[in-house]
């Protein structure tokens, strides 16, 4: 039988704890034995850190699988368990928000700032006519705002729908039109890249083919002159002439909390949807466990966007839930300056920073010097997530951001699973350059082959989760049916993550990218993960992306987008040099076989708002090329080829 994925990268660096953080770690290696021994009672005790207005009878009813539901008849409210436990625990004063804006403008709030906000923007929601179960779309920068509209959904019981800022009209209107969203939350618009960039307009021609929108609540934020209609309201009128006055009523466990979409590669969005108590358990608890949040002392940043699920758990919920001051950040990291970053960790004393690859592959291109010139010394622990990141993206991570001391937790997770699934935690795992290690306790993930039989370590495969998580996503909105075709029809009795992965000797799991870009050369299925990681790896070249193409001889041969890192010369002659030396890298690094065909050297990688490669578009490049034309220097074509097929950068793909 063929291999379902090869294991081809060989990485042999592994980095103990600190003793110091080990030592006073928030969850020690006890906690695997304790779910191991019964995995219902450690989730039990994780939902038994949040406040719970009544408990509940049953931890998990799975009689109907998929379709489960967990802490049965429980009942709580989220932004009570947000907020107000935090005020009446006395902690009123303490920093939940520091935001930055672009422009430099900053706000601070308070937990009794942001609690008294809530409850305004509730009682404005209520006066417009939303009750319990009702569906509100939030369309908004990055700013307070997006915060405070989500836990006011919550407060009343409204399932929210946050949409990317950067999505056309049309993947808004769709949206709102899939979940019949009764009012949107919008701004006049953000800052981005130094100057104002409106919403309202994007919001006035989806709304125009929404008919289920009753009311539009306009944030002002850039000042800019919008267009009004019946249907609009500002914010700071309805929210600051509403009562400060709210009482939180408790929701079932199983209540709809927020819908994300999702669209994967196929066409037609998924509505993932997520419930009340088993989510916050999960968000809350990882926050406090995989980042070893101290709220009385870190300062946590966050980087995503609040439209991503990782800006809904590790912005929102889980730290908010855990009463953890962080910062938020309105723009981009090059405005005005490349070193923003550093500079805002430098300024408000980040301990705990949590990014994404394609972010610190960036900071890689930029140079080692950025990072150097900031104070990054309050930095006590790096998160990354949303792609496989490289070995060597990794190390550069832990060295020019990390002091060469700092731990990093790779964690992988998805919108469906609503919280973090595989991860080191920081204070108990040895940690290996480019692997997400293994699942939290109380998580069971496998790698399996084709028929579903788990595969030995140093094999690759399909990665599944073999039994429910609490903040598992319940059904994809409105289809249950596409639910279960989605996720649970490929492998019997498993939740199938859409991953490749494998298992490394001593059974560490390294994901090796969606399963749909698997290059199959000469018989051989081999990864896209590998062989960028490879090329990441000579001191050449920041970024990478590998796509499979057809060809005549191996079925599909592997083409490669690379940027060049810093300063290296890549005109002419260089450039061709240069061009065969990674081709022999690779070749070296994983054996012949993952040899690019061809490779491109390109000033930009396609990529979602979350910053994953978006790999279809670079194989329509791939394939449409002459077989001959090997090596494109700089080739603005090849990037114009590419950017042509990305509607104006406003993708709606993630
Ligand atoms: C949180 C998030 C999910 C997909 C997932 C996988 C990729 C996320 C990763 C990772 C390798 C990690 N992914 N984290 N791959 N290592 N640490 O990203 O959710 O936007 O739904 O994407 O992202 O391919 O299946 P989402």
Request: some cysteine; aromatic content about 8%; charged content about 20%.
């Amino acid at each position: 039988m063929s291999e379902a994925l090869a294991n081809l990268l060989n990485e042999t660096r592994q980095f103990p704890p600190p003793a110091a953080l080990a030592a006073q770690a928030n969850v020690t290696a006890d906690a695997y034995d304790e779910a191991g021994a019964d995995r219902l009672a450690f989730w039990e005790r994780q939902a038994g850190r949040l406040a719970w207005a009544r408990p509940w009878d049953e931890v998990l009813d799975w009689s109907n699988p998929p379709f489960a539901k967990w802490f049965v008849g429980g009942q709580l409210n989220v932004a009570y368990n947000c907020l107000d436990r935090h005020v009446e625990a006395g902690n009123g004063d303490r920093v939940a928000i520091h935001w930055e804006g672009e422009p430099g403008d900053t706000r601070t709030l308070t937990y009794a700032d942001l609690h008294r906000l809530t409850c305004q923007a509730a009682n404005a929601l209520t006066d417009l006519g939303v009750v319990a179960g009702d569906r509100v779309a939030i369309y908004l920068p990055m700013i307070p705002e997006a915060a405070v509209a989500m836990l006011a959904c919550a407060r009343i019981g409204a399932t929210h729908s946050v949409v990317f800022g950067g999505f056309s009209a049309d993947a808004l209107s769709n949206r709102i039109s899939d979940a019949s969203a009764k009012v949107v939350i919008t701004a006049d618009g953000g800052y981005r890249r130094g100057k104002p960039s409106a919403l309202k307009p994007t919001v006035d021609e989806a709304v125009a083919n929404c008919p289920s929108i009753e009311h539009v609540l306009v944030v002002r934020r850039t000042g800019e002159e919008v267009a009004w209609s019946a249907k609009d309201h500002w914010w700071h009128e309805a929210v600051e002439a509403a009562s400060a006055e709210h009482v939180a009523q408790p929701f079932d466990a199983e209540h709809p909390l927020f819908i994300l979409y999702t669209s994967g590669t196929t066409a037609r969005p998924k509505g993932i949807l997520h419930t009340t108590g088993g989510y916050l358990t999960q968000a809350a608890w990882t926050a406090h466990a995989v980042f070893d949040l101290k709220p009385e002392t870190d300062v946590y940043w966050c980087t995503a966007d609040i439209g991503w699920v990782t800006g809904h758990s590790y912005i929102v919920y889980g730290p908010l839930a855990n009463g953890a001051t962080q910062v938020m950040y309105e723009g981009t990291p090059d405005t005005p300056h490349k070193g923003r970053f550093w500079e805002i960790v430098d300024k408000y004393k980040v301990s705990i920073l949590y990014t994404a690859p394609t972010l610190i592959r960036t900071m890689m291109k930029w140079g080692d010097d950025i990072p150097a010139g900031f104070d990054l010394s309050s930095l006590r622990l790096l998160g990354s997530v949303g792609e496989p990141i490289n070995p060597e993206a990794w190390m550069w991570y832990r060295q020019h951001v990390g002091r060469g001391e700092l731990p990093i937790v790779d964690t992988w997770w998805q919108t469906e699973t609503g919280a973090i699934m595989i991860s080191p935690l920081p204070g108990v795992t040895a940690t290996k350059p480019g692997s997400a290690m293994t699942p939290l306790p109380g998580v069971v993930a496998d790698v399996v082959d084709d028929q579903g039989q788990s595969v030995p370590n140093g094999g690759g495969g399909y990665l599944v989760l073999r039994e429910p998580w609490p903040s598992m996503l319940r059904t994809i909105w409105g289809d249950d049916n596409r639910f279960i075709e989605t996720y649970w029809s490929r492998f019997e009795g498993m939740y199938f993550a859409g991953d490749g992965a494998k298992k490394d000797d001593d059974g560490h799991i390294w994901l090796l990218g969606r399963v749909d870009d698997v290059m199959l050369v000469s018989g051989h299925n081999i990864s896209t993960t590998e062989v960028e990681s490879a090329l990441v790896s000579h001191p050449s070249v920041a970024e990478a992306a590998v796509v499979g193409a057809t060809d005549p001889t191996t079925g599909q041969a592997i083409v490669a987008f690379a940027i060049p890192r810093g300063t290296t010369d890549i005109s002419g002659e260089a450039g061709e040099r240069l061009i065969t030396e990674l081709r022999n890298h690779v070749a070296k690094t994983l054996g012949p076989i993952a040899k690019p065909r061809q490779i491109m050297l390109v000033p930009e990688l396609p990529k979602t708002r979350s910053g994953k490669i978006m790999r279809r578009l670079l194989r329509d490049v791939a394939e449409n090329r002459s077989l001959g034309d090997v090596t494109t220097l700089q080739d603005s074509s090849v990037m114009e080829l590419i950017s042509s097929g990305l509607s104006g950068g406003k993708s709606d793909e993630d």
